[in-house]
């Protein structure tokens, strides 16, 4: 008589899926409102968790990926919009906070100066 077939024990997979969604919601949220910084950080602390215990291993590289992608990508906006707006906080060259904010309407495109109360 040939022994009992045992089943393979399920794949545990939980944080592979975890760090993918970070990874994805990382992108997202970086493009919509710049928080996307933190999930990202998130997201790879995550993904090294699950690729060190082999769960879910293929969803966590992907979202490792996609967080350090965001991060990169995060850095890089970061390092952009300073290069912008440092030169407007010479009060040298604008010593009123009216010619500052026109500076920054002039070299930051989206900004818009709310009136002072």
């Given at each position: 008589?040939?022994?009992?077939?045992?089943?393979?024990?399920?794949?545990?997979?939980?944080?592979?899926?975890?760090?993918?969604?970070?990874?994805?919601?990382?992108?997202?949220?970086?493009?919509?409102?710049?928080?996307?910084?933190?999930?990202?950080?998130?997201?790879?602390?995550?993904?090294?968790?699950?690729?060190?215990?082999?769960?879910?291993?293929?969803?966590?590289?992907?979202?490792?990926?996609?967080?350090?992608?965001?991060?990169?990508?995060?850095?890089?906006?970061?390092?952009?919009?300073?290069?912008?707006?440092?030169?407007?906080s010479?009060?040298?060259?604008?010593?009123?906070?009216?010619?500052?904010?026109?500076?920054?309407q002039?070299?930051?495109?989206?900004?818009?100066?709310?009136?002072?109360?």
């Open positions: 008589m040939y022994p009992p077939v045992r089943e393979a024990p399920p794949q545990r997979r939980g944080l592979g899926i975890a760090a993918l969604v970070l990874g994805i919601a990382s992108i997202l949220t970086l493009l919509l409102c710049g928080l996307g910084a933190i999930l990202a950080v998130a997201g790879l602390i995550v993904g090294i968790i699950a690729v060190v215990q082999r769960n879910g291993r293929g969803m966590a590289v992907a979202g490792l990926i996609l967080s350090a992608v965001t991060l990169v990508l995060a850095i890089g906006l970061a390092a952009w919009f300073y290069s912008r707006i440092a030169p407007c010479d009060q040298t060259r604008y010593p009123t906070k009216e010619a500052r904010d026109q500076c920054l002039k070299r930051v495109p989206f900004f818009q100066a709310t009136p002072a109360p």
